[in-house]
């Protein structure tokens, strides 16, 4: 299961001078899931107040047993049961939850159900992760195989089988309390009516599950990671167009226009002038061969993005979101605060922009919660929990960088690396371009030359890092 930003690509071809056609080659229609393994997650963070953790040791020794609530809700239906018995049991709730969307959308848009996607959901129901991952996958290539009679429709449908496998997955690899945790961090340092973008694995399917199934009125939950994607912005539509005005085809095709036009320009600069600072993104890949413009990269993909949840954001005035970054989007940081483990987007509009205090509380709170999983006695670095706590902390660094707040910012990495080890150099990068571009360039040195020693089997990753950022 992939559980990060992924890299994906989106061509675009220029043809003649005056038309201008979008290609995208990235499965089939657009973008699927950018997921890949950099170890990023992030955590609910609000900017004046802390969601409500009871001490993670006092839950070692019954953690197997003890009764838990992903939220402190009357309304939550199995309040009372155990971490694993709750996770076993949203999971029922939610594939039942599932396959009724996928039948309800199926007559909106008058196609039949798949039969592979109906034994899809039975596999969900027998709740064999095995079983359901490999039938997944036999559905991501039946969606796009031309041979397969049901390819149109179970293209149409897929997010749903996409988000059961998701949530099946995230329980397969977290153990039931941390994911419990994580939903609650999550979900409960929302404010009332906010939308949710979620971005890496955790951050998407995890929130979108518990998110369902937990009693009260759901959060509109999103990925900011799919949406130049037609298939999944006509999913978001069937799903939420009563309570928010979506973006859509046109939109799309602005931001690709928008996105090349701006590329376009980076590209010659680098062109006309060798000896100034690259303009072009680490990779982000450019060719213009004879009027037939190629874009391609994870860069570009998310610049689209970006470009939509800006235009999402316009659409929707009266709505606030809150965000778990996938990868950095550095428009999104103008006007952003803390919000427990994630950030709130344009909180300009409605609050004071970020000072030093919210600053100290949001480190406040990730030291806090970095104690708690470090004194954990099962803890280890490459568990899922962590890195995807670390991944949110670095998209709180990211965030204090962008405001000049480099002193917060570098106290963010450094908890982040406490959670990662040696499976995670995106803390250890951020520190070390931070520490670059204010002039300590000594120190920046020492970070890299400590993270080496210590973990000697990372050296040629830590040398990759360093040539991208020459």
């Not at 005035?317 to 950095?328: A, C, H, I, T």
């Amino acid at each position: 299961m992939e559980r990060y930003p992924k890299d994906s690509s989106r061509n675009a071809q220029k043809d003649g001078p005056q038309k201008l056609v979008i290609i995208l080659l990235v499965c089939v229609c657009g973008l699927a899931v950018l997921l890949s393994f950099l170890p990023k997650v992030d955590h609910p963070a609000d900017s004046t107040q802390s969601p409500t953790n009871s001490p993670r040791q006092s839950q070692i020794a019954s953690r197997k047993h003890r009764p838990g609530l992903v939220y402190d809700s009357k309304s939550d239906p199995v309040e009372k049961q155990t971490a694993e018995e709750q996770v076993a049991a949203r999971l029922t709730a939610f594939n039942k939850n599932r396959r009724e969307t996928a039948r309800r959308y199926a007559d909106k848009l008058r196609i039949a159900v798949p039969t592979d996607l109906e034994k899809f959901f039975d596999a969900a129901d027998r709740g064999n992760w095995e079983e359901i991952d490999r039938l997944y996958k036999e559905l991501q290539k039946k969606r796009i195989d031309p041979n397969y009679p049901d390819a149109e429709a179970l293209q149409k449908l897929f997010p749903t089988a996409q988000e059961t496998w998701g949530a099946h997955g995230s329980a397969h690899s977290w153990p039931a309390q941390d994911l419990l945790d994580y939903g609650r961090d999550v979900l409960g340092s929302l404010k009332p009516d906010m939308v949710y973008l979620g971005g890496t694995d955790p951050g998407r399917f995890i929130p979108t599950f518990l998110n369902e199934t937990s009693g009260g009125e759901p959060h509109i939950v999103l990925t900011q990671n799919a949406l130049a994607d037609g298939i999944y912005l006509d999913y978001v539509n069937f799903l939420y167009g009563d309570r928010m005005q979506t973006v859509g085809a046109e939109d799309s095709q602005m931001a690709f226009k928008q996105y090349l036009e701006d590329a376009a320009k980076r590209f010659a600069h680098d062109q006309q002038f060798p000896d100034e600072p690259k303009q072009m993104r680490p990779g982000e890949n450019y060719k213009n061969e004879e009027g037939r413009v190629q874009v391609s990269g994870q860069p570009a993909v998310m610049s689209i993005n970006e470009l939509l949840l800006q235009k999402l954001q316009e659409k929707n005035p009266g709505l606030s979101f809150g965000m778990e970054e996938s990868f950095s989007l550095p428009s999104t940081y103008k006007g952003a605060v803390p919000l427990g483990p994630l950030m709130e987007l344009g909180a300009e509009n409605a609050t004071a922009p970020l000072t030093s205090s919210m600053a100290d509380s949001s480190l406040n709170y990730w030291r806090d919660r970095v104690s708690q999983l470090t004194s954990a006695p099962e803890f280890d670095a490459s568990q899922e929990s962590g890195r995807a706590y670390a991944h949110m902390i670095t998209a709180q660094g990211n965030l204090f960088s962008s405001q000049n707040f480099s002193t917060e910012a570098e106290q963010a990495y450094r908890l982040a690396q406490q959670l990662t080890g040696k499976y995670d150099l995106e803390p250890t990068g951020k520190l070390y371009d931070l520490l670059m571009r204010n002039g300590r360039a000594a120190d920046a040195t020492t970070v890299l030359t400590q993270f080496q020693q210590t973990y000697p089997d990372k050296a040629d990753a830590i040398q990759k890092l360093v040539n991208q950022k020459r």
